[in-house]
């Protein structure tokens, strides 16, 4: 087949076979360049893939074409370009919406249904759900989309609220601004999860033409619905009604980063009635580049994106610091110390202080009983399921990472028992109106504890070492190593082998002397290379090592992120710490042993990528 070529050149296709033969392209990117180059409905952009093939511009088809974007913990999500197979453009996100609504009609076996679409404020957002909705239409749907930017969690909401049958987020989350992505939801509003998402996928995989229409067209015809202030405020008073508190005053500054969280956490925050609160200014214009965010990285786990504002409170004399990621499903905090000394607040931390906050106000109120029950995953923090069996109700901690598991745990044991869900990346929930993290709920209720702990001279920082006093001392952190590119994912897959097979069984001078695989499902012991016993849930590509009993206890676990290109490892110390005297102590000893551990594992990861 002859592509654009006179008979005495090489054809497109040869030439491609050729950059594949000597390395300039590879074998993925080769397969999936050509079939957007033969298959017909990618014919739009085959004038452009002839003119860069016959440039020579391999490399920035191997960027575009390395994989097929793939669907993750979060749905699908990646660096945005014009056309390719790996990245976010119009034909991924047109494919997945036709992956969704197909498989929603194969599932259902109807052919029509109910759609909501949101977006927050990243670069392409809207042309991007204006393009899914108008699929959606074209598959026979009525949508209803958001006359601008809104939350993820209301999104969610809006699902529930609105009766859909399932909904659509435009999202990146806190990735950097060259990105871009989709998230597919369920009528529950929850995530998509087995085996629907199984099943989007194929549908994804298997798309060659795709319905579209005109969304000014769709919108007069009364098949594309504009949501407007009604469901804002049914959402805001969804989350007030969970107030514990009528403490307001703790003087605090909230950043959205440039992102939504003004329609969502801000909004919440006023109408409950918080008067010493300042949205901080540099950052809060709608901003798809994050012009003012540090290094332009909007992920409020990095301390540095508080530094315009504790530059702020520094002059407004504010306590309490809140960030919400772009589109405002996570929340950092960072607290003011003695005089200008700041400290941020880890998601295990967070969750930690907004798990007893809640259930000890719920436990004075009467409304907490031996049946109710608090969620969080494997890689949060050991001290919250704590502080729940304290309080004397269950705690879920054997979950895989992914808010939307927590949200299948509230549906599965029932939304009236369910306290309080949380995972480490920032990620919380309490309540029953919708089923993905929010920041805003978040918000809320750490306002209402920093208010009530000012109120009695403490802050939250003394209520953390109350909590270490009273269930040990604990330590979290996390690296991660980055492999991108088309060996990236060899790179990640031929480390979790390593991991599998020849396991560090010593690092920074701990032992470790067992290991939990959630991908084999099995928990070993190192010291004698035996199977200790089964693990038949949850399955999943997540392993854990664990150190002897002692006075300071570690465990860390390593997982290919299902979102972006990288192997995240989570660190876990616990240190026994007998009287609040102990505590200075406990600490350093504890953060000392994980330095020393990282570091060693860090080399160790050096040496195993080769």
């Known amino acids: 087949m002859s592509i654009g070529s006179p008979d005495d050149q090489p054809t497109t296709l040869e030439r491609v076979a050729h950059a594949e033969a000597d390395g300039r392209l590879s074998s993925n990117a080769a397969v999936n360049l050509t079939q957007w180059l033969t298959e017909p409905h990618y014919a739009e952009y085959h004038s452009e893939l002839v003119q860069r093939i016959t440039d020579g511009r391999f490399e920035e088809l191997d960027a575009d074409f390395w994989e097929v974007v793939n669907f993750g913990t979060g749905g699908r999500r990646g660096r945005m370009s014009e056309f390719g197979s790996a990245t976010i453009n119009e034909r991924t996100i047109a494919e997945s919406a036709h992956g969704l609504v197909s498989y929603w009609k194969q599932h259902s076996g109807r052919s029509q249904g109910r759609a909501v679409v949101s977006h927050d404020t990243r670069l392409r957002s809207v042309e991007f759900a204006e393009l899914t909705a108008t699929t959606l239409v074209a598959h026979g749907f009525q949508v209803f989309c958001f006359d601008a930017h809104r939350s993820t969690p209301e999104l969610s909401f809006a699902v529930r609220h609105l009766r859909c049958d399932v909904g659509v987020m435009i999202s990146a989350s806190h990735n950097p601004p060259s990105d871009n992505g989709f998230k597919a939801y369920w009528n529950n509003g929850g995530q998509v999860l087995a085996p629907h998402d199984q099943g989007i996928i194929a549908c994804v995989y298997a798309a060659g033409e795709i319905p579209t229409t005109d969304f000014a067209q769709a919108r007069a015809q009364g098949r594309i619905t504009v949501l407007d202030a009604d469901t804002d405020r049914e959402y805001v008073a969804a989350v007030l009604k969970l107030s514990l508190s009528d403490a307001r005053h703790v003087p605090t500054i909230y950043t959205p980063l440039h992102g939504v969280g003004e329609t969502s956490v801000y909004a919440v925050l006023q109408a409950a009635g918080f008067r010493e609160l300042e949205i901080l200014e540099s950052q809060r214009q709608p901003d798809g580049r994050f012009t003012n965010v540090p290094d332009q990285l909007p992920n409020p786990e990095r301390p540095e994106v508080f530094g315009p504002a504790i530059e702020r409170a520094r002059q407004s004399g504010a306590e309490l610091l809140l960030a919400s990621d772009p589109d405002a499903d996570r929340l950092a905090v960072t607290i003011r110390l003695a005089g200008d000394e700041f400290m941020h607040l880890n998601g295990n931390r967070v969750g930690a202080l907004l798990a007893d906050y809640i259930l000890g106000k719920r436990a004075q109120a009467g409304t907490l009983t031996n049946d109710h029950y608090v969620v969080q995953t494997l890689v949060t923090t050991p001290l919250v399921g704590q502080i729940a069996r304290s309080y004397q109700v269950d705690v879920v901690q054997d979950l895989l990472v992914g808010f939307k598991f927590i949200g299948q745990v509230i549906d599965q044991r029932g939304p009236d028992l369910f306290v309080f869900g949380t995972e480490e990346s920032l990620g919380y929930l309490a309540g029953q109106y919708c089923r993905d993290k929010d920041a805003a709920i978040a918000a809320l209720y750490i306002m209402e504890l920093a208010s009530e702990l000012r109120a009695s001279g403490q802050t939250l920082a003394d209520r953390l070492d109350q909590l270490f006093v009273q269930h040990g001392y604990f330590d979290e952190r996390q690296t991660s190593q980055v492999c991108t590119g088309s060996n990236g994912r060899q790179q990640i897959d031929g480390l979790m082998r390593s991991f599998r097979d020849t396991p560090p069984r010593e690092l920074g001078g701990v032992r470790f002397e067992t290991m939990r695989d959630y991908g084999q499902g099995q928990r070993t012991c190192l010291v004698e290379d035996a199977i200790l016993a089964a693990i038949e849930r949850p399955q999943g590509n997540l392993l854990f090592l664990e150190s002897a009993a002692g006075d300071i206890q570690v ?56």
């Open 555 to 610: 465990t860390f676990a390593v997982r290919p992120s299902g979102t972006e290109p990288k192997i995240k490892f989570y660190f876990f110390g616990r240190g026994n710490c007998p009287t609040a005297a102990d505590l200075a102590q406990v600490q350093a000893g504890v953060s000392q042993t994980l330095d020393s551990v990282i570091a060693d594992l860090t080399a160790w990861v050096g040496e195993h990528l080769g």
